[in-house]
């Protein structure tokens, strides 16, 4: 039974996006979603279920951090089903090429979390995107004009680095981009043989200096909903 998603047995679909912020999910669920219900606010973690496009499609706040969206992921996964994870979320970039408010769609994610080298009694595992989804959310951003960057990015542990340059050791590999949520849920789809994928816009840059504000954080990157929302009934 779940702990933090008072969910009852159909009351969440298949397919399920992601925010860390609770209340961007409450904006997904009013602005997107036809006929949307919530399901859950345990913990003020608010889940709302609707209709997209004539299809049912969840979306469920996680916190911030890989151990929340490891919690809120599990129980998707174990106690209600869900079959598809899409991460919508904002990343600092560390390319030179890369905007603010660009798309990001993550193909792989690099960390310097210790949770899989627990996991894996210290060895090494390559947490990537399913396939499928990402070339259903990479179309759907050029079908709409949009471009969108594929890549990979790291999920870090911490927000606030004690080295301020620790990220062009990241960018001289090719990352595109710091968030702190993908690795685990790359990590869990993989275990439970789920489809998940990443789709993010840069909300700040670490190279320029330059941020959105937490208002257009919570509701103005719609660009990347609606590219989720058509990778998730895909």
Known sequence: MSIHIAAQPGDIAPAVLLPGDP?????????FLKEPRQYNQVRNMFGYTGLYRGR????????????????????????FGVMRAIRIGTAG??????????????????????????????????PAASFSLLQSAYDAALSRGWQAKVGTVVSSDRFYLEDPEEWKLWAQYGCLAMEMECAELYTLAAKYRREALTVLTISDSLISHEQTSSEERQSAFTRMIEVALEAAIS
């Open 93 to 126: 970039a560390i390319q030179e090429d890369l905007k603010l408010r660009d798309l990001v769609i993550a193909l792989a994610a690099a960390t310097d979390s210790g949770m899989n080298r627990i996991r894996f009694g210290g060895r090494s595992f390559a």
């Open 56 to 79: 049912p499609v969840s979306v469920q706040g996680t916190g911030m951090g890989m151990p929340s969206l490891s919690i809120y992921v599990n129980e998707l996964f174990q106690d």
């Open 23 to 31: 209340l961007r999910a409450q904006f997904v669920a009013q602005t």
